[in-house]
């Protein structure tokens, strides 16, 4: 079954840390890229960070540079998002998604997870 | 960063009836735009991606088109299942964006 499951969300003070997880399964995770994307409550899409099939390259909204940082492990099928100096701008529901093509860096998203709820509160 | 305007934010249509939303972008992206449905509490699902294709098992009623810095999606005549949110994404450069969405509504 193709799916992306998402863990490691919940609720944490402003400047704290969180490390989500993206299980993938279903399809060759190692040949494509993986984006992260957010939703806060009640708002539009933010797409937040990219990391390339083999993990050379990485690119980040403005927004979290320098405080979030995206990885992952094909030996494990897994994709991560380290959120480091959380603030309450940062609260809102993560999605993984699957880049749409091999070929292309970075592109559009065909696959997504359901997603799993950061809360930035004291 | 490309900033993508959608318009307009809210459409009120009825069941069979032809929707046009239209998504504008600050420069050219080429034709480097896909289109999203969102429903609530659900992800968001790919309609179209490169201005004007398809993506897999999407119903032959969703097209797009367009090219540079003005897009439009048209869903042919609604489907009850089809009143959504709708965004518009670039990959034209990085940061990728979204549009700010359009929630299509039933009259």
């Known amino acids: 079954q193709v799916q992306l499951v998402e863990s490691g969300g919940g609720v944490v003070q402003p400047g704290g840390s969180l490390r989500l997880s993206c299980a993938a399964s279903g399809f060759t995770f190692s040949t494509y890229g993986m984006h992260w994307v957010r939703q806060a409550p009640g708002k539009g899409l933010e797409w937040v960070a990219f990391i390339r099939y083999d993990g050379s390259n990485t690119y980040y909204a403005d927004s979290v540079k320098g405080r979030f940082t995206v990885s992952r492990d094909n030996s494990k099928n897994t994709l991560y998002l380290q959120m480091n100096s959380l603030r309450a701008e940062d609260t809102a529901v993560y999605y993984c998604?699957?880049?749409?093509?091999?070929?292309?860096?970075?592109?559009?998203?065909?696959?997504w997870g359901r997603g799993t709820l950061v809360t930035v509160s004291s | 960063e490309i900033v993508l305007t959608q318009s307009p934010a809210t459409l009120s249509l009825s069941p069979g009836e032809r929707a046009t939303l239209s998504c504008r972008a600050s420069?050219?992206?080429?034709?480097?735009l896909a289109w999203y449905q969102q429903k609530p509490g659900q992800a968001p699902r790919l309609l179209i991606y490169?201005?004007?294709n398809r993506a897999t098992g999407i119903p032959a009623r969703f097209s797009g088109s367009g090219s540079g810095t003005d897009f439009t999606l048209t869903i042919s005549s609604l489907e009850p299942e089809d009143f959504a949110v709708y965004y518009c994404q670039q990959r034209s450069n990085w940061p990728r964006t979204f549009g700010q969405g359009t929630k299509l509504e039933i009259k």
């Open positions: 490169d201005a004007s």
């Open positions: 420069q050219s992206v080429s034709n480097y």
């Open positions: 998604a699957k880049d749409r093509t091999t070929v292309v860096t970075g592109t559009y998203f065909d696959l």
